[in-house]
């Protein structure tokens, strides 16, 4: 039960004639919430509206429970009956609900329905439908004839699939293979064993990577299976009370079996193996869903008596004690529950027991502009205290306020006095920030809060869940306020540290590219940024270092310098690439061809890259065969030219480059021939004049130069 006095297992000991003998009673046995919502929302609608109720299939997997009902004028139809009622009749939807088909019908016979679908069934119809509209296929682990699981189905709006909890890997995989590459969204009918879902969950992501698993289960049923898994182990025998068509009764049945073979299955006191039993010093008892409290009640009863050597005050004694474990809550217990409805006015929270909760508007804490729809949805989990167990109409009077203010008040002072951090629920934003929940405690995060980085629009974190420093708590007033960006801080000062203590000077490190300036680029090598200078990125000359990398890269950098006193770090990219000297001779040599561009243009003559960081001069000289006065008419900076290698010289790293020597020269007249020979000079008079004006040039170049001269030596 989810009342604070259900927290403990039920344990019955007596003192029998020869040794004591114990009887537990696993929590959270008999109706779930969903069941008895339904239950009493059908015999709810029979008194008020005084008309006979008729329900989508048996409300309920329970022989005894149905008869109940029947006699009371609540009678069972198939959903392939309806059309043979009257317009106008009412009909409960039972908690297992019901197709979208079904529901267009009813409306069309004016029918009035009375839905009593479980919180954790309606969700998944929701979920199923808004992902099918998005084209994505929908697949549906659970009995494709449960009609919870049919019901499903039936919000599909696209294609679909069901596959059995027991399934054969082989099976998974042929129907994951036909629809291969599609996106898949997995969703489990809430009964079914969680191993089983995770078993079948795991074949389908391992054939398809766009599946996306949903958490569907219902966690009541979850921890059932749970509680009676671990009390079977511990027990010499285990009873299992539900009903033979109960899928929910059969698989407590199956978990229960598998840790102890003495393991008893029973509709009713009757059916109790109750000489099998008498050997026994420990007995579990676990009922399902589908089991009524009355038989719980009797079957409990039955096998104390036959136990124990019980006197009647005894006998009194635990009946009391099971009806303790099935009633309401008491005035001031802090309670769980799941809500069933919200209006403008209040919060309708089923407790699992045979009254509602309520919780009125003026018991939950709401911020300015706040209403209790901003924080709260139909199907959530919801604590709250108990103010009344009669509040004058029937119900119980809770508060959010009281619980708060006893819970979870305390345990942010707590986090706020010991620095500790919180996790918070992003649920709205509002103009200054955000509105974060912190499990039941509405508080606030300023913009200036939200992050280190800049935030434009405070959206962004809507729905998701963070981690915070309490720097706030004013429980008078109702305030808390959070900071994600105070624990952000703290977190990078201390990556910051530990990675200052890991870098070294002439370190190889992954990088990456954040942001450029005029001067370089700044990378992130793990949570702080380096400096990549321009110089540092390209062994030629760059005017952006965009024209060598994109924001976004992941770059290998070295680190060429370190000030943790500043925080500051230099780093290289060019030096992971072979300086263009220290390899010439594997790529060039006197007499080559050589291509490039155009990158400077002096008096004496022009650079012409050859690759970054390797330039060669072509002297005016051997431009062309004519005399050229200004070299800015013949070539302009950024043309691409062939030149050929006349000389290079490593020592000073100079390369001599000549177009000319790619031209044949002009045709000349017989007499300027003639002249031309008589103006020879021999070669040993001509060459100096040569040697002279490439010299020249050289210095002029070394002049032009002397940050790449510097750099280069």
């Not at 403990?8 to 003192?15: E, F, G, P, T």
């Not at 009194?316 to 919200?342: C, F, Q």
């Not at 709205?428 to 913009?447: D, M, T």
């Not at 405070?458 to 994600?484: C, H, N, Y």
Request: charged fraction near 30%; glycine fraction near 8%.
């Amino acid at each position: 039960m989810p009342t604070s006095s259900s927290k403990k297992d039920l344990m019955m000991n007596r003192s029998g004639s020869k040794k004591d003998k114990k009887i537990i009673l696993v929590e959270g046995s008999g109706f779930c919430f969903g069941v008895k919502n339904a239950i009493q929302k059908a015999k709810r609608a029979r008194a008020e509206l005084d008309k006979e109720i008729f329900t989508l299939g048996d409300i309920i997997h329970n022989k005894v429970v149905v008869e109940d009902l029947n006699e009371r004028g609540i009678t069972a139809v198939g959903e392939d009956e309806i059309e043979t009622l009257k317009r106008g009749s009412n009909i409960v939807v039972r908690s297992h609900g019901a197709s979208r088909a079904f529901f267009e019908k009813a409306a069309g016979l004016d029918f009035n329905l009375i839905d009593a679908t479980c919180p954790y069934v309606l969700r998944i119809h929701t979920l199923v439908k808004n992902e099918s509209l998005k084209g994505r296929v929908i697949i549906i682990v659970g009995n494709e004839e449960h009609p919870e699981v049919a019901g499903i189905s039936g919000w599909c709006c696209g294609e679909k699939a069901v596959i059995s909890e027991n399934s054969k890997k082989s099976e998974i995989e042929e129907i994951c293979e036909k629809y291969k590459g599609k996106e898949m969204v997995v969703v489990g009918q809430t009964t079914i064993k969680q191993e089983a879902y995770e078993r079948v969950c795991e074949v389908i992501k391992s054939v398809n990577d766009h599946a996306e698993v949903m958490d569907t289960l219902c966690s009541i049923t979850t921890t059932r299976q749970e509680k009676a898994f671990e009390c079977a182990k511990n027990v010499d025998a285990m009873i299992v009370i539900g009903d033979s068509k109960s899928s929910n009764s059969l698989k407590l049945y199956e978990i229960c079996s598998s840790v102890n073979k003495n393991t008893f299955f029973i509709e009713n006191k009757s059916d109790l193996p109750l000489k099998k039993l008498s050997n026994c010093t420990t007995i579990g008892v676990v009922a399902s869903a589908s089991a009524p409290g009355q038989i719980i009640r009797e079957v409990m009863v039955i096998m104390n008596e036959n136990q124990n050597e019980t006197t009647g005050n005894e006998m009194l004694e635990l009946m009391d004690e099971i009806e303790k474990s099935m009633k309401s809550p008491k005035t001031g217990e802090i309670v769980e529950g799941v809500i069933d409805a919200i209006n403008d006015k209040e919060i309708v929270v089923n407790l699992g027991c045979k009254k509602d909760g309520i919780i009125p508007n003026s018991e939950v804490a709401l911020e300015e502009g706040q209403t209790i729809r901003d924080l709260f949805s139909v199907g959530d989990e919801i604590q709250a205290k108990v103010l009344k167990t009669d509040d004058g109409d029937g119900s119980i009077l809770l508060s959010r306020r009281k619980m708060e203010a006893s819970v979870h008040w305390a345990e942010l002072e707590d986090a706020l006095n010991n620095d500790e951090t919180v996790k918070v629920d992003v649920v709205r934003a509002v103009k200054s920030g955000v509105i974060a929940n912190y499990k039941e405690v509405s508080g606030f995060i300023p913009l200036s809060q939200l992050s280190e980085r800049f935030i434009e629009d405070a959206s962004e974190f809507v729905g998701q869940t963070m981690e915070a420093k309490v720097i706030r708590v004013d429980q008078k007033l109702g305030k808390a306020i959070f900071s994600p960006k105070q624990l952000q801080k703290e977190e990078k000062n201390k990556r910051l540290q530990e990675l200052w203590k890991k870098l070294n000077v002439g370190d190889d490190i992954e990088g990456k590219v954040m942001r450029f300036t005029e001067y370089g680029a700044f990378v992130d090598i793990g949570g702080v940024d380096g400096l990549l200078h321009i110089s540092e990125i390209s062994w030629g000359k760059l005017k952006h270092p965009s024209e060598v990398l994109t924001v976004g890269d992941t770059i290998n950098v070295k680190i060429l310098s370190l000030n943790p006193e500043k925080g500051k770090i230099s780093l290289g990219y060019k030096q992971n690439m072979p300086e263009p000297w220290s390899i010439i001779d594997d790529k060039y040599k006197a007499g080559d061809n050589v291509e490039g561009d155009i990158v400077q243009i002096k008096e004496y003559g022009a650079f012409l890259e050859l690759e970054p960081g390797l330039d060669g001069l072509i002297h005016i000289s051997e431009i062309s065969h004519s005399r050229v006065e200004n070299i800015n008419s013949v070539l302009h900076i950024g043309d691409n030219v062939e030149a050929k290698i006349l000389e290079i010289d490593k020592d000073r790293r100079r390369i001599s480059l000549s177009i000319k020597a790619l031209i044949d020269p002009p045709e000349q007249a017989p007499e300027a021939e003639e002249k031309a020979k008589e103006e020879e000079k021999p070669a040993d008079e001509a060459a100096p004049q040569q040697e002279v004006t490439i010299e020249e040039a050289n210095e002029g170049v070394a002049e032009a130069e002397p940050d790449k001269e510097e750099k280069a030596e």
